[in-house]
């Protein structure tokens, strides 16, 4: 049995207009301009806290000044608050449950390893029925190191207890981690990365998930 495992957002998901309401929540409380669209993609990736960093930055806050740490605890619990009830404006990419559901039945395992905070990432899974779809969950706060650090991902797949297929995402930080893994790549060009597509080190490409389990079982067999 093989192992698959997923990112979430930019992936399965796009959550950037909800991040984005999130933030602009956050910062009109202090009468802050409110971050763009082009903004809140870019600064996705990281996790919650390097996100506010970013969204503090690009409104002034200095990183050297001795209050920024304070703010920035403060302005991510409200963030973070936020963050597990907020889904009016997330959807998953087109063909992402069929998806899913296909792959399961070919007998992969599948697993799910993101930036986002754990409970976050239950609440959204939850929202969309998904919770029971992946046998490992490891948050961006499920150990002290997130992505691009491998550990994260060897985690996933070590919760799994299968081999390891393959890893789908859709960012450089996805891409990363993957080759820090030693696990084959498949990006899905559709979501945030910055780069262009050929930058960014991949075994299989894709940009309609109905494509994904004939790509990965062509994997299995050129294994």
Avoid: W
């Amino acid at each position: 049995m093989s192992a698959i495992v997923f990112d979430l957002d930019g992936t399965l998901i796009d959550s950037a207009p909800d991040i984005r309401i999130i933030a602009n929540t956050v910062l009109g409380k202090r009468d802050l301009p409110p971050l763009t669209m082009t903004q809140t993609r870019s600064f996705i990736g990281h996790g919650a806290g390097h996100f506010v960093a970013q969204m503090m930055a690009a409104n002034g806050f200095d990183r050297a000044s001795t209050g920024f740490d304070a703010t920035h605890a403060i302005l991510l619990a409200e963030f973070t608050s936020l963050y597990e009830t907020t889904f009016e404006a997330t959807t998953l990419y087109p063909g992402v449950a069929d998806t899913l559901d296909t792959l399961a039945g070919l007998g992969y395992r599948l697993g799910l390893c993101t930036n986002k905070p754990a409970l976050a990432t239950q609440a959204v899974l939850k929202h969309f029925g998904l919770q029971d779809m992946f046998a490992a969950v490891v948050g961006g706060d499920t150990l002290p190191v997130k992505k691009p650090d491998p550990a994260p991902l060897k985690l996933a797949f070590d919760k799994l207890g299968a081999g390891a297929h393959a890893y789908v995402g859709d960012s450089e930080v996805d891409a990363d981690t993957a080759q820090a893994a030693g696990i084959p790549f498949a990006l899905f060009t559709e979501g945030y990365r910055k780069s262009p597509v050929d930058a960014l080190p991949h075994m299989v490409r894709f940009d309609d998930f109905n494509a994904l389990p004939g790509l990965m079982q062509r994997l299995k067999g050129a294994a």
